[in-house]
Nanobody, 124 residues
């Protein structure tokens, strides 16, 4: 079982920055791929960024590429989402998610463990 706790959300103006953190309570954190998703009111949840177990392959949604950066610290069981040049359309609840890295090939779009989410609001 993996427990994930997000932090770092808040209210920021357009063009501002926030850094989200996700703390994972699990043995062998480096066995897990990690990802950030978001869900805006009235919209479906969407993938924002993902990073593989070693941190060597970050991937991004087109809408955040060049503005957001995902990273991880396997020694501290932490994953981060640095968000720069924020826009009102980035307003959403942001969720941290994880899956065992060995499951990635069979289920590339699925994540098994989820945090409770942290609210990010970008004012215009």
């Amino acid at each position: 079982q993996v427990q994930l706790v997000e932090s770092g959300g808040g209210l920021v103006q357009t063009g501002g920055s926030l850094r989200l953190s996700c703390a994972a309570s699990v043995l062998s954190f480096s066995n897990y791929d990690m990802a950030w998703f978001r869900q805006a009111p009235g919209k479906e949840r969407e993938s924002v960024a993902a990073i593989n177990w070693s941190g060597s392959r970050p991937t991004y949604a087109g809408s955040v590429k060049g503005r957001f950066a995902i990273s991880r610290d396997n020694a501290k069981n932490l994953v981060y989402l640095q968000m720069n040049n924020l826009k009102p359309e980035d307003t959403a609840v942001y969720y941290c998610a994880s899956r065992l890295a060995i499951a990635a090939l069979a289920r590339p779009n699925d994540y098994d463990y989820w945090g409770q989410g942290t609210q990010v609001t970008v004012s215009s």
